[in-house]
């Protein structure tokens, strides 16, 4: 079991891009098998490789319908219908911050799994926002980036706190 070092909000690799994964080969099999440690340990519903420092387009989730995890590569979504739905997020990177982000309610994911097997589904509420939260992360996005002005400003002092707590002291 490794359980890997999650970076935290002020880490420079959660603002960096992604890259998309070229070979899934064994490497890529074990930072997978690695992630889903680390998600379970944190008792996370998502993680993307940005977290642990890895920038590769991978991220592991817990569907929230059915219980079981899943690993996402090279994931790709697009909304179904424009309505979005307002829910409560938080972020193992950005510890005891909680607040409420606008999401798509209802998409379309297109992915490659552990096998470099292809594969589509549709995703609604929790399990669209899961993905759309994790996806973020691939792009360097958090989701506090996506609450209004006013939230931020009121967030401000409890988050330059955790960026001063996190690994670069
Ligand atoms: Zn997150």
Redesign the pocket.
């Known amino acids: 079991m490794a359980d890997l070092n999650i970076e935290i909000y002020g880490s420079p690799v959660l603002r960096q891009k992604a890259e998309p994964v070229q070979n899934i080969d064994g490497k890529v099999q074990k930072i997978i098998r690695d992630m889903f440690d680390t998600l379970h340990k944190n008792s996370g519903l998502?993680?993307?490789a940005n977290?642990v420092g890895i920038l590769q387009r991978v991220v592991v989730l817990t569907n929230p319908n059915t219980g079981e995890v899943m690993a996402l590569i090279n994931p790709e979504w697009k909304e179904i219908e424009p309505e979005k739905e307002i829910g409560e997020e938080g972020?193992?990177?950005?510890p005891g911050i909680f607040s409420k982000v606008n999401r798509f309610r209802k998409i379309q994911v297109t992915a490659q799994n552990v096998q470099g097997k292809q594969f589509n589904f549709s995703a609604e509420s929790l399990f669209a926002r899961i993905i759309q939260?994790?996806v973020d992360?691939l792009n360097g996005i958090?989701?506090i980036d996506r609450l209004s002005p006013t939230r931020r400003f009121v967030l401000a002092s409890k988050l330059s706190r955790i960026s001063s707590n996190g690994d670069h002291e």
């Open positions: 998502g993680l993307a977290q972020c193992l990177s950005v939260h994790e992360h958090l989701f």
